[in-house]
């Protein structure tokens, strides 16, 4: 059966967005993109308010949702946890994992394995175990260990190409080394959790072969303008797009305005809009688990629990579509440029732009129909209608 969506298209090609366009599909990929008037078939009518329609979005960093971590969880959680994000509208997932011994990241892998393997994750992120103590954030602080080329090799030969892409701290030791297993393997080198200096970092960046920086200004020193640093790099190599910025638009992570200056000075081209949500996104304040750690849910905000003070911030607890709507409505970024970001920016980064992350015939029919408020109405995944 044909599905014909017709209201304002977000393209993400060189048509553009389209005021009054249709996205049509029989099967798992698209067969028509473009205005309505030129479309041979018949035509749904135009509400007074057309929805918008997007392609699917992609987050690159997320520990989980919908009451169930990756980092934590059985196979019905992870199934749960994935089934949460895409019924909002991230139809390319990538289940992110927290610093752990050896043993424990292969227990994972193994709890994750099914849902890669079907399609329902897109596949693993390994954040740490390889970081900065002093940047350690939501870590466990003892679980995050030297530099170990070799263990890296071990787990990724055991991934057997589920992963696909780790979170590493610039000045480990054996730097060199850990990045020249994940450039052999084609994963994306992500660095962040670290306080790197600026040469290292300069020297970090031209290592990898795919570069990311995880969460850009979180887990890291901060901008100073006497003190060229880690991000002082990491901002330079985004403008030249050198490298792919994560950014956690969600108005805690990040103020909003903050977010609007990294859209306006790197472009939307070099940047990953990212949920980095965990367990609780989705779900009401109260005490969660993120890897081996306690976390407390308050006003939204999920943070480690500590009885003589506040706890670091221990991810995020929104979606895709929420990161995308704050980013546009209180960041104020235009659409277009945060959907790059939410999909074209990732699926380049994950090397997946031959079937997600625009709308063009012959891609993937994954799409996310919104409102004009970009809250969720439907979603589409290989054509298919998603029923969480």
């Known amino acids: 059966m044909r599905t014909t969506l017709r209201g304002r298209v977000v393209t993400l090609t060189e048509a553009g967005e389209l005021a009054d366009g249709v996205v049509s599909f029989h099967g798992p990929r698209l067969d028509y993109v473009g205005p309505a008037t ?4 018949e035509l749904p009518e135009l509400p007074e308010r057309p929805p918008v329609i997007l392609p699917g979005l992609i987050d690159v960093h997320c520990h989980g949702g919908g009451g169930f971590g990756f980092p934590e969880t059985d196979a019905e959680g992870v199934l749960a946890a994935a089934s949460f994000h895409r019924g909002r509208g991230t ?11 050896e043993a424990e990241l292969r227990e994972r892998m193994d709890v994750l394995a099914p849902a890669v393997d079907s399609g329902l994750l897109a596949g693993i992120h390994l954040e740490g175990p390889f970081i900065s103590e002093h940047r350690c954030g939501a870590h466990d602080p003892e679980r995050i260990l030297p530099g170990d080329p070799a263990m890296l090799e071990r787990l990724l030969d055991y991934a057997d190409g589920r992963v696909v892409s780790v979170t590493v701290a610039p000045e480990i030791d054996g730097f060199d080394a850990v990045a020249d297993v994940l450039a052999e393997a084609n994963v994306v080198l992500s660095l962040g959790h670290t306080v790197a200096d600026y040469d290292r970092a300069v020297h970090a960046m031209a290592r990898g072969r795919r570069v990311s920086i995880t969460h850009l200004f979180n887990a890291m020193p901060a901008l100073a303008h006497r003190d060229a640093n880690f991000l ?3 901002m330079a190599a985004a403008g ?12 805690v992570h990040l103020a909003d305005g903050v977010v609007r200056m990294v859209f306006d000075t790197l472009g939307p081209e070099n940047l990953a809009l990212i949920t980095d949500a965990m367990a609780a996104a989705g779900q009401p304040d109260g005490r969660y688990q993120l890897g081996s750690l306690d976390v407390v849910v308050r006003d939204g905000v999920s943070r480690l629990y500590d009885p003589n003070g506040e706890g670091a911030i221990a991810g995020g607890t929104s979606s895709a579509s929420d990161v995308l709507r704050h980013t546009v409505f209180a960041s104020g970024v235009d659409l277009t440029a945060a959907a790059t970001a939410a999909a074209a920016t990732p699926a380049r980064l994950l090397g997946l732009t031959d079937r997600v992350g625009a709308l063009q015939p012959g891609m993937q029919a994954d799409l996310l129909v919104t409102d004009h408020h970009l809250n969720p109405l439907t979603v589409y995944k290989d054509g298919t209608q998603w029923n969480s």
């Open 38 to 41: 030129s479309f041979d078939g």
């Open 91 to 101: 139809t390319t997932l990538v289940a992110s994992l927290v610093s752990a011994t």
């Open 240 to 251: 030249r797009g050198d490298v792919v910025a994560e950014v956690i638009g969600d108005g």
């Open 232 to 234: 002082t790099a990491a």
